[in-house]
Every structure is written in C-alpha cells, then in structure tokens.
C-alpha cells in the first residue's frame, strides 16, 4: 500500500488522528496539512496525512505555535524529497558505471606488475611456478 495515496475522508482521518474534522479543515487551510482532492473537490487523506496529523498533535501539546510546527514539517519534507532525490542518484550513478564503455580492468603480471585489461577480456592464464622471497630474506 502505498503511503501518499489518498484514502480516508476527512471523518475517518479525523478519527484515526484522534482531532476533531474542524480542526482538520483548519490546517488545510492555512496550508499544515494538505490532503488531496477528488473530482468533486473533497478531501482525501493518505497514510502519510493521518501521520502528520499525529506529528502536529504531539509538537501542540509540546508546546510549538502551528508555525513552528508547519516549518518543522516542511523541513521534513525536504528531507524526505532530498533522500529520495540521493537514492536515484546513487542508482543512476551505479548504471552509469556499469554500462560505462573502456572501463579499466587490471590484473596482476607474474612479476607482481599490473596489467592494464580492455573490459571483456580475461587475463591470460599462466603455469608459471614463482617463489615468492620476502625482502630482507635471502
């Protein structure tokens, strides 16, 4: 289910908010909470409304002024907006990387030297018995 979809009506909100329906066209219209609209104009609720509704419910009886509370909303807002904005961010970075063409691929020479590899290609397979000396031993 999604959270932003806008399902309850303004009674049913009302209560699961735990306020009374006035109170609810009050935020609405100085712009607290913002429910959505169907063709006919009337409101509709998400998950994410009744939420925020909790949220203004809790900063009052803290103590905030409704626009103390409509500023921390927004902030949260943003945050939320900002952390889906780095999710598709780091997505498309991650594609941008994979399907990069003549990415470098190296690997390691039998003399401990790196090979510089052309992307799909294997390194070359080797037989070779190496004794490995550590410096300072003889």
């Given at each position: 289910m999604d959270e932003n979809q806008p399902i309850f009506t303004i009674s049913m909100?009302?209560?699961?908010?735990g306020m009374h329906p006035q109170t609810l066209r009050q935020y609405d219209r100085i712009g607290l909470v913002q429910p959505g609209r169907t063709a006919g104009q009337s409101r509709r609720y998400s998950m994410r409304n009744v939420a925020q509704?909790?949220?203004v419910a809790r900063l009052s009886a803290e103590g905030l002024s409704l626009e103390g509370i409509r500023r921390v909303l927004d902030l949260e807002n943003q945050n939320d907006a900002l952390r889906v904005r780095v999710r598709e961010l780091e997505a498309t970075l991650a594609d941008a990387l994979l399907?990069?063409?003549?990415?470098?691929v190296f690997a390691a020479g039998p003399a401990g030297d790196v090979e510089s590899l052309r992307a799909g290609?294997?390194?070359r397979r080797r037989t070779d018995?190496?004794?490995?000396r550590p410096f300072g031993r003889d």
């Open positions: 909100a009302a209560e699961l908010a509704l909790r949220e399907n990069q063409p003549g990415r470098r290609t294997r390194a018995v190496v004794v490995w």
